[in-house]
């Protein structure tokens, strides 16, 4: 009687462990909402909508690049996140991609400002450290911009939103580093699970 109870408690503990085992096969999703990277890119994109809107002629083929630029930047950020609660593999592809938009962005503002001669800050200019110090206000909102956006000529806005993809592309690369680094150490979901699935056999 006592010897079949206390197998019975031990099926139990091995039971629970490969629960346990088994829950911990999927990370925990990241909530995109507290990345700073999603922030700014949520910026960026409420920036971009309104300066194509605001300062590129009606019908010009750069409106819908920029804002799609924009938007791919910001939900591609989002996507991959929520991605890597099944596929790490699929959150740095999304988050590459995010990459490659804000790199297609970056240029699009500079070729606005360059085709018309108009100046690019240098980084250690007093306006671009300026941006810097509002990039530091966590967390980051459009609000923290919009009395610039609102107010300034094109010039501004455009450099504005040229500091913000910069500090956006920093943070996206130390994010990308820090993926493919935990891929390489534990593997994808496939992985996880071939390595619960053996521990669960010696636990038998």
């Not at 590459?96 to 240029?107: F, G, I, P, T, Y």
Request: hydrophobic share 35%; with cysteine.
């Amino acid at each position: 009687m006592d010897g079949k109870n206390g197998n019975n408690k031990s099926d139990r503990k091995n039971s629970q462990e490969s629960l346990n085992n088994a829950d911990r096969l999927l990370p925990p999703r990241g909530d995109y909402q507290t990345l700073l990277s999603f922030q700014k890119a949520e910026v960026i994109y409420d920036i971009t909508f309104r300066f194509a809107h605001k300062f590129l002629s009606k019908g010009d083929r750069t409106i819908d690049q920029m804002v799609q630029a924009a938007r791919s930047g910001k939900k591609n950020i989002l996507e991959g996140s929520k991605a890597a609660l099944t596929s790490k593999e699929t959150e740095i592809k999304l988050t590459n991609v995010a990459r490659a938009s804000l790199e297609e962005l970056l240029d699009d503002y500079g070729d606005y400002l360059r085709v018309r001669d108009l100046p690019i800050w240098d980084k250690d200019s007093k306006e671009a450290r300026y941006v810097r110090q509002l990039g530091r206000k966590t967390p980051q909102s459009f609000e923290h911009y919009r009395g610039f956006v609102e107010s300034r000529p094109p010039a501004v806005v455009a450099n504005i939103a040229l500091c913000l993809i910069h500090q956006t592309n920093y943070l996206v690369d130390k994010q990308i580093r820090r993926l493919e680094k935990d891929f390489l150490k534990n593997g994808g979901l496939r992985e996880r699970m071939a390595r619960a699935r053996i521990k669960h056999r010696m636990n038998q």
